[in-house]
T-cell receptor
Framework: AQKVTQAQTEISVVEKEDVTLDCVYE???????LFWYKQPPSGELVFLIR??????QNEISGRYSWNFQKSTSSFNFTITASQVVDSAVYFC?????????FGAGTTVTVRA | ETGVTQTPRHLVMGMTNKKSLKCEQH?????MYWYKQSAKKPLELMFV???????ENNSVPSRFSPECPNSSHLFLHLHTLQPEDSALYLC??????????????FGEGSRLTVL
């Protein structure tokens, strides 16, 4: 069975602050993929990143960075110098067993 | 035009009504999905279609009936729903439906309210 846990329900920050979103997962698969999606107020989920289980290198893309640690089954996401446009619900997801399992999501509010 | 289009965006229906949600993808993908998003809960996978064949039915009540007439279109027929079925219904597509699913492309969702 797969499970994705996003313990933080809501995070509120002031613009330019950094924010880190936690994601912990459970799986029995040895090969799997982890994802982060962003859901802005318009509703559609937007793909941000995919990481496979054999690649533990951290990744940076602009103001976004991801820290994958297999030893702790975590795949955390940091937004550096947050902006109001970053306000959204962020979902961590785990693939396997022919489907994508999502966490409950973390609502990020960035105040000007 | 977005890659995945869902209509209607909002729907209000009584418990005895019959309605349908429509999804169309313009990405040339061969797998399509229905997800249910309820407040404060993880997204729930409802159905998966690969090459127009239903390959997964995730214990969804029979009052939800999917239909995939071709690889570009997916419907969710609704009948005799309950108030707890009120949610955002998201359609998604992907290039393939292998064991390790790749990136999903989502529509903006259909917000359903059952009175």
């Amino acid at each position: 069975a797969q499970k994705v846990t996003q313990a933080q329900t809501e995070i509120s920050v002031v613009e330019k602050e950094d924010v880190t979103l936690d994601c912990v997962y459970e799986t029995r698969d040895t090969t799997y993929y982890l994802f982060w999606y962003k859901q802005p107020p318009s509703g559609e989920l937007v793909f941000l990143i995919r990481r496979n289980s054999f690649d533990e290198q951290n990744e940076i893309s602009g103001r976004y960075s991801w820290n994958f640690q297999k030893s702790t089954s975590s795949f955390n996401f940091t937004i550096t110098a947050s902006q109001v446009v970053d306000s959204a619900v962020y979902f961590c997801a785990l693939s396997g067993d022919y489907k994508l399992s999502f966490g409950a999501g973390t609502t990020v509010t960035v105040r000007a | 035009e977005t890659g995945v289009t869902q209509t209607p965006r909002h729907l209000v229906m009584g418990m005895t009504n019959k309605k349908s949600l429509k999804c169309e993808q313009h990405l040339g993908h061969n797998a399509m999905y229905w997800y249910k998003q309820s407040a404060k809960k993880p997204l729930e996978l409802m159905f998966v279609y690969s090459l127009e064949e239903r390959v997964e039915n995730n214990s969804v009540p029979s009052r939800f009936s999917p239909e995939c007439p071709n690889s570009s279109h997916l419907f969710l027929h609704l009948h005799t729903l309950q108030p707890e079925d009120s949610a955002l219904y998201l359609c998604a597509s992907s290039q393939d439906r292998g064991r390790y699913t790749g990136e999903l492309f989502f529509g903006e969702g259909s917000r359903l309210t059952v009175l």
